[in-house]
């Protein structure tokens, strides 16, 4: 069974919109923190947003705070992430990412997540 599953993605214009979607299973579905991670051809995988479990509190990467909005369906065990106003530097393939994440614990490092999904290809025409 494969822990998290992305959907979501596609081939837009710049300006447009897209909701990514990631579905968790087993005990991945448990995880205090689920977010998104992306990677951009060529560059390291790189943090967009996360959110916490109990107390909804989210996270952005400066450069998508006001367009992306990250929310969590805890009885779906879903967390969709709303990409809004989209531009050609976002084309990169988008990950899913979930763990436990204690207080304390950077959001941002890839090392703090216990589960990945496969990525979904975001692509953004300029």
């Known amino acids: 069974q494969v822990p998290l599953v992305e959907s979501g993605g596609g081939l837009v214009q710049a300006g447009a919109s897209l909701r990514l979607s990631c579905a968790a299973s087993?005990?991945?579905?448990?995880?205090?923190?689920m977010g998104w991670f992306r990677q951009a051809s060529g560059k390291e995988r790189e943090f967009v947003a996360a959110?916490?479990?109990?107390?909804?509190?989210?996270y952005y990467l400066g450069s998508v705070k006001g367009r992306f909005t990250i929310s969590r369906d805890n009885a779906k065990n879903t967390v969709y992430l709303q990409m809004n106003s989209l531009k050609s530097e976002d084309t990169a393939v988008y990950y899913c990412?979930?763990?436990?994440?204690?207080?304390?614990?950077?959001?941002?490092?890839?090392?703090?997540?216990?589960?990945w999904g496969q990525g979904t290809q975001v692509t953004v025409s300029s």
């Open positions: 990412a979930a763990g436990q994440a204690p207080l304390g614990s950077s959001l941002v490092r890839l090392t703090t997540y216990d589960y």
């Open positions: 959110i916490r479990g109990r107390s909804g509190s989210t």
């Open positions: 087993g005990r991945a579905s448990s995880s205090e923190v």
